[in-house]
């Protein structure tokens, strides 16, 4: 912790350079929090929710595709966009690449790895892909994942597959497990002499349920294999250090928790395997060492980059131990309230590690898509089916902006679905 704490603030210094336009400015400083799980005076929440302007027209619980940017980021955002405007050719060719450099700096600082392990991407889709088809593969070698992992990167092994002849092996999460032995057990049996990656999600996308990472991590290692780690919904959700974990590789996206614009990620690959991924895109003159060799985008927009920063202000601002824990009251307020109710069934781990913020709820006789619609055309419930991968329920992921009279009326909602069934 000390070593981390060296670090974030090394990188408030960094981070301050002339080179940052509109950079490093934070936010005021907010009151401590309460004891850990406990709820936080809702005058508190209430000021966070005003800075986000949301639609009146119903009751927003999916923050899981997509996060709503807070107003203070989003004007940050939108000077970066004058200034890029105005400052035209002249911003792309001087401070653009080192600008990009400093804030993928400070975001190595936040989740613990070295500035020269990590690049800013789009997305974790980019990041994760980036892996999974750039990495080495040998006709038969195999690759083991979950049926709950995330479509996308299911969909982009299959097409290693098809490329290189490599193995996908695939095995099923419960929803329930005994404990972490239980799961790292499932990945253990698939593994064979010619295994050489683990694909795992660091919190399953469908269900909100985390995964016991270092202990897989610290059982492949033993074994010679690499792990990929799938943390799109982790970065801003709770608290995340890399170099604990033990991966090898570890991709997310930053507009679901950190909730920056649309279009930010990053991707961590640990030093010495940086030289045997090929990059997506050719970069020039860029040594094997070297991580910017995988960071080619072409012209992107730029502002989004630097408004990665603003967004990191706003969340430090709030406190990750504060937001952790205010996210996970959020969850455990309506999930343990209809836990016990007949007919409604709870796709999420019960035990306040295993989860945070998102959960899945379904509805005994109900398809998650008729239970989804009857939330939002009959209580003004915006909500998402998952119907698949031994899930069958609506994703629930409330927000910091999110009061607890909104869930009083989800709750209330539900018991009225299921009493109907």
């Known amino acids: ?45 209430l000021k966070i929710r005003g800075d986000y302007d949301l639609k009146p027209d119903y009751i927003n619980l999916e923050s899981g595709y997509y996060n709503i940017i807070p107003r203070p980021t989003r004007e940050k955002l939108t000077k970066h966009m004058e200034m890029v405007n105005r400052e035209g050719s002249y911003y792309m ?16 600082q936040m989740v613990g790895c070295s500035k020269e392990e ?21 006709k038969g070698d195999e690759a083991i994942m979950a049926e709950q992992d995330y479509g996308s990167m299911l969909d982009q092994f299959k097409l290693a597959s098809k490329r290189y002849g490599m193995v996908n092996k695939m095995l099923s999460v419960p ?69 604990e974990l033990n991966c090898d590789y570890y991709g997310t996206s930053l507009h679901k928790w950190l909730a920056t614009p649309l279009g930010a990620g990053f991707l961590y690959v640990s030093k010495k395997n940086i030289p045997k991924i090929w ?16 960071n080619h985008t072409g012209t992107h927009p730029v502002h989004t980059d630097l408004t990665i920063n603003d967004a990191i202000d706003y969340h430090e601002a709030i406190g990750m131990e504060r937001k952790e824990e205010r996210l996970r009251f959020l969850q455990h307020y309506w999930s343990d309230a209809v836990r016990e109710t007949k007919n409604i069934i709870l796709n999420t781990p019960e035990d306040p590690k295993r989860s945070c913020g998102i959960a899945n709820v379904g509805m005994a ?44 009326q989800f709750i209330k909602a539900l018991k009225t679905i299921a009493a109907r069934t």
Request: with cysteine.
């Open 1 to 45: 912790m000390q070593k981390r704490t060296f670090l974030k603030r090394l990188g408030q210094v960094v981070i301050a350079s002339p080179l940052l336009p509109q950079i490093g400015q934070g936010q005021p400083y907010f009151p401590k929090k309460k004891t850990a799980f406990e709820e936080i005076n809702e005058d508190f929440w």
């Open 93 to 108: 060719r001087t401070v653009q690449r080192d600008n990009k450099k400093a804030v993928a700096g400070r975001l190595a």
């Open 118 to 138: 990590l690049i800013i991407t789009r997305n974790a889709t980019e990041s994760l892909d980036m892996v999974i088809t750039g990495y080495p593969w040998q």
């Open 175 to 243: 929803n329930h497990p005994k404990n972490d032995e239980e799961i790292v057990q499932l990945y253990r049996e698939q593994i064979t002499p010619d295994t050489k990656l683990i694909f795992v999600s660091h919190m399953i996308n469908i269900t909100g349920h985390i995964l016991p990472i270092r202990k897989i991590c610290d059982m492949a290692h033993e074994k010679g294999i690499e792990v990929l780690v799938d943390g799109a919904h982790c970065i801003g959700h709770f608290d995340v250090d890399i170099e």
């Open 279 to 294: 990059p997506l895109l050719a970069e020039h003159n860029r040594k094997p060492e070297d991580i910017g060799r995988l």
């Open 365 to 408: 006789h109900l398809t998650p898509k008729q239970l989804a619609d009857t939330l939002m055309e009959e209580f003004k419930i915006f909500t998402v089916a998952v119907d698949g991968a031994n899930v069958h329920g609506c994703r629930i992921s409330p927000n910091v902006f999110t009061t607890t009279n909104e869930l009083d």
